[in-house]
């Protein structure tokens, strides 16, 4: 029975450090996918995505070729916190980056709790003795007593983990919120008021709440590109507005693909940025994501 069990076991520990390396690779392009198009331009959150790249490939590469216990307990490590700063920007923000619910971001969760799960049982799962006159170390000798209760720790933890994705994602809105829940100002019928404030020595356009005002490179003066994700990142400006004191531009509208009414400033189409968390705030000022680059509206023409 030893015979038959010895190589069983090599085989599983074998298919933990594939399905673990492979996950790392998976999670580091993901990643590197969201990188170079547009996080990359998000300040602090550009430099951790890069970070979380190198790492996982260099990682994952350790792991496949040299099968490193050390390596994969790193990676597993990673991963987890991979996983815990994404449920930071859902719940409350990160270094003013805020998420919202994407398929992108669900599919990356799961498969980070997956590599985790496998990097952790492969780095935990004990070496077979070299020879039977061996004698293991102290250290590896106490790991291989104590394994039932590690491994059902990390599966629990795997678990855990899983449950707050699942919160996370159940709780940061639905995929296509409705025009009215994306900003609250679908009910404006001529009573919201632009207004400027002065960010960084530039008289910025704002709403009625005095949240900063947006317009995107892709846009034309009759025509929205942004929607789905990227309409939740940066809800639309909808129904009409007046201008308020020192607002000089032209104000219109426009109608989108769903039928409602969005604002506009000198022929953009307006939106707002889920990571301006209060007034006075532009985190989205040239930020280049969701296909293009994004602008802070200037109150005064020319």
């Known amino acids: 029975m030893s015979r038959t069990r010895g190589p069983q076991r090599t085989w599983q520990r074998l298919g933990l450090r594939l399905v673990g390396s492979g996950l790392l690779f998976a999670t580091g392009g993901i990643h590197l996918d969201l990188y170079l198009t547009g996080y990359r331009t998000i300040p602090t959150i550009g430099w951790m995505f890069l970070l979380q790249v190198i790492g996982a490939f260099v990682l994952a590469a350790i792991v496949l070729l040299f099968g490193s216990r050390l390596a994969a307990a790193a990676g597993a490590l990673l991963a987890l916190s991979t996983l815990g700063g994404y449920l930071l920007s859902v719940w409350v923000g990160l270094f003013g980056d805020k998420e919202v619910r994407t398929t992108a971001g669900i599919v990356a969760g799961v498969i980070e709790v997956a590599a985790f799960a496998a990097l952790g049982a492969f780095a935990l799962w004990s070496a077979p003795a070299r020879a039977h006159t061996a004698q293991p170390s102290p250290a590896m000798d106490l790991l291989r007593r104590r394994l039932p209760v590690l491994m059902t720790g990390l599966a629990g933890v795997s678990v855990i983990a899983l449950v707050l994705l699942g919160v996370a994602e159940a709780g940061s809105g639905p995929a296509s919120p409705p025009p009215a829940a994306s900003s609250g100002q679908a009910s404006a019928s001529g009573g919201q008021v632009f207004k400027t404030v002065q960010i960084k020595g530039a008289t910025v ?29 940066w809800p639309p400006v909808y129904g009409s507005w007046k201008a308020g004191s020192g607002v000089t531009g032209q104000i219109g509208t426009i109608k989108r693909s769903d039928g409602t009414t969005q604002a506009t400033y000198d022929g953009h189409p307006l939106y707002t940025y889920i990571a301006d968390s209060q007034p006075g705030q532009a985190t989205g000022n040239n930020i280049n994501i969701n296909g293009g680059l994004w602008h802070e509206v200037l109150a005064t023409s020319g």
């Open 205 to 233: 356009l704002t709403n009625t709440k005095g949240m900063t005002l947006y317009w995107f490179a892709p846009d034309t003066p009759t025509k929205s590109v942004c929607y789905g994700s990227c309409a939740q990142y």
